[in-house]
């Protein structure tokens, strides 16, 4: 257990529905990273937050996709209006940015299956 | 732009074998390297890292040394345990700071044989 965690661990939905992601980082740390893994394939990253801000955002984030942090701690990322191309392991990763040598700690992740 | 490129799997090794897997990144500047291990039903963890050129990174037996003049970071291990089975993935961090978004390779799953 890494102490970053992440709900639901599995979800299945059917293509055309909303669905949300929740990640709870550890505590002290300000930086917050989701990455998408599909089968097969490394983690890509997708958005992250420094605080409550939204700092970047990958072209693979497309507009169906919105990520919040509101109050600078758990973080949400929304899938609307699901396509099957969304299936993927869904992963959550935390760090404190302060630290030059810290350790970015990730979630076991959310298995999302459209079907 | 930045990315990498590790060997493709599987790999399956008998237990005490030799491990070598391999791993090339292209960057701009000097990225710091990593290496994660995924054990099945796990989240992903850090194995190792190096921050700068011929830096050794050693952890559980495993060890990869960061080589600026062929851009590899291949992750070594003399005598393979069946517990070492899992996807193992290389990363780079563009620049200095670790708090940086991570570039990971596809991926090599490793299996070893009792």
């Known amino acids: 257990d890494t102490g970053v965690s992440q709900d639901p661990r599995h979800k299945i939905t059917k293509r055309g529905q909303n669905v949300t992601f929740r990640c709870d980082p550890i505590s002290e740390h300000n930086r917050l990273y989701w990455y998408r893994q599909t089968l097969g394939q490394g983690p890509e990253f997708l958005t992250y937050?420094?605080?409550?801000?939204?700092?970047?955002k990958s072209r693979l984030l497309s507009d169906r996709f919105s990520a919040e942090r509101p109050k600078g701690s758990f973080s949400t990322l929304e899938i609307q209006r699901t396509e099957q191309g969304d299936s993927a392991m869904y992963l959550c990763?935390?760090?404190?940015?302060?630290?030059?040598?810290?350790?970015?700690?990730f979630g076991p992740g959310t298995r999302l299956t459209v079907l | 732009g930045n990315s990498v490129t590790q060997m493709e799997g599987p790999v399956t090794l008998s237990e005490e074998a030799f491990l070598t897997i391999n791993c090339t990144y292209t960057?701009?500047?000097?990225?710091?390297l990593f290496w994660y291990v995924q054990y099945p039903g796990e989240g992903l963890q850090l194995l190792l890292k190096?921050?700068?050129?011929?830096d050794k990174g050693s952890n559980k037996g495993f060890e990869a040394t960061y080589r600026k003049e062929t851009t590899s970071f291949h992750l070594e291990k003399g005598s393979v345990q069946v517990s070492d089975s899992a996807v193992y993935f290389c990363?780079?961090?563009?620049?200095?700071?670790?708090?940086?978004?991570?570039?990971f390779g596809s991926g090599t799953r490793l299996s070893i044989r009792p």
């Open positions: 990763a935390s760090i404190q940015s302060s630290g030059a040598a810290n350790e970015q700690f």
């Open positions: 990363a780079s961090i563009p620049g200095y700071s670790s708090a940086s978004k991570i570039i």
């Open positions: 960057a701009t500047g000097y990225p710091s």
């Open positions: 190096a921050t700068k050129a011929d």
């Open positions: 937050f420094q605080n409550e801000a939204q700092l970047e």
